[in-house]
């Protein structure tokens, strides 16, 4: 594994360069390089984790144990974390693999299916599940946003509207139905999410896992209390 490769356990099904795997590109400062013509939306300090959802329970299967740098665009969010150990959950514990230099990984926005705004429960932050559809299996890989409640609230509506607006203007990448076409001009129009939320995002593309081994991973019970986001749309 590079030393800047994504934790996140998907790779893009199309669409995107060979070499996505390798992660955002960075400069000299540790900062995402943008795209010709790519806009920044924010920038924000938050945990990440990552999870595989079934139909009834929510696996965590990694987790940064330090906050990272999140850049939203209007193409996808990606996100940079320095020095970190990456904990991946195993066999009831976790398990530290050093991983020297830079963690990052991101999402684009032909990807997510769904959101997933949990509120804090006992004890915990609030949560922002990024959700993707996943090829050959009915498990969902989810990226975990953390943190105050507010912030993560902020970052769920420009997720929002971001990805609305990007498929909206690219057909070419995104076959859309009129009734979808529908559905996500209301996303660009909507009041901001509060509370335990889930929105639906027409018109994703499926992911699929790098390796056989991730269609069968070890399932382990996480403890988070999961909610509104059991799968069950």
Known sequence: MHDDASPFFISPHR???????????LDRRHEVVLEDGERVI??????????????TDAC??????????LTVTDRRLAYVGRDSQLALVGAGHLRRARMPGLVTGQIRWQWPSRLELLPPVEGRSTRLLV????????????LALIGPGD????????????VATFRLIRP?????????????????QVAPLTGAARVLLP?????EFHSRDDYYRPRHADPLPYGAASGQQ
Not at 131 to 142: E, F, G, M, N, S
Request: hydrophobic content about 40%; proline content about 10%.
């Open 15 to 25: 669409f995107d360069a060979a070499d996505e795997d390798a992660g955002p590109v």
């Open 42 to 55: 924010g920038h924000h300090r938050v945990d990440v984790a990552g999870y595989l959802l079934g139909p």
């Open 60 to 69: 965590r299967t990694w987790a940064l144990p330090a906050p990272v740098t």
């Open 131 to 142: 959700v993707c559809d996943a090829l050959r299996t009915i498990q969902q890989p989810a």
């Open 151 to 162: 912030q993560i609230g902020g970052i769920a509506q420009q997720v929002r509207h971001a």
């Open 172 to 188: 070419e990448l995104v076959d859309l139905s009129p009734p979808e076409r529908d559905a996500l001009s209301r996303l660009t």
């Open 203 to 207: 018109g994703s593309l499926p992911v």
